[in-house]
Nanobody, 124 residues
C-alpha cells in the first residue's frame, strides 16, 4: 500500500485546513485509518482514527471538537478536517493504515503503512 498525504500549508490561527490521504496499490476499505503528527524535537503523536466503515472515530483530547476525521472507501481515501487551528497544531501530519487485528489505534507501532507526511504550519 502506498499512501499520499496532501493538503498541508501555512494558515493563521483560527483558520482551517483539510488534509487528504490517498491510498493506492490495494484497497484500504477494511482497515482503520489513523492520523498522527510530529513536531520538531517531539515524538509522533496520535491525532485521530476512523474504523473501516466510518462507524467509530477517535480523537486526541487536544483536537477533540476542532478536527473531524472521515473516509471515502469508494475513493480509497481518508480525510482530516482541521478547524480553529492553533499554533500548537504546527507539525508534519502523517496518515497511516493500522495493521490487521490491531486494537490500540492511538499507538504508532500499530500502523504498518505510512504516508510521507504533509507540513501544517499555524501562525499566531
Amino acid at each position: 500500500v502506498q499512501l499520499q498525504a496532501s493538503g498541508g500549508g501555512l494558515v493563521q490561527a483560527g483558520g482551517s485546513l483539510r488534509l487528504s490521504c490517498a491510498a493506492s496499490g490495494r484497497t484500504v476499505s477494511t482497515y482503520t485509518i489513523g492520523w498522527f503528527r510530529q513536531a520538531p524535537g517531539k515524538e509522533r503523536e496520535f491525532v485521530a482514527a476512523i474504523s473501516w466503515n466510518g462507524g467509530k472515530t477517535y480523537y486526541a483530547d487536544s483536537v477533540k471538537g476542532r478536527f473531524t476525521i472521515s473516509r471515502d472507501n469508494a475513493k480509497n481515501t481518508g480525510n482530516l478536517q482541521m478547524n480553529s487551528l492553533k499554533p500548537e497544531d504546527t507539525a508534519v501530519y502523517y496518515c497511516g493504515i493500522q495493521r490487521v487485528g490491531g486494537l490500540r489505534y492511538q499507538e504508532v507501532v500499530e500502523y504498518n503503512y505510512w504516508g510521507q507526511g504533509t507540513q501544517v504550519t499555524v501562525s499566531s
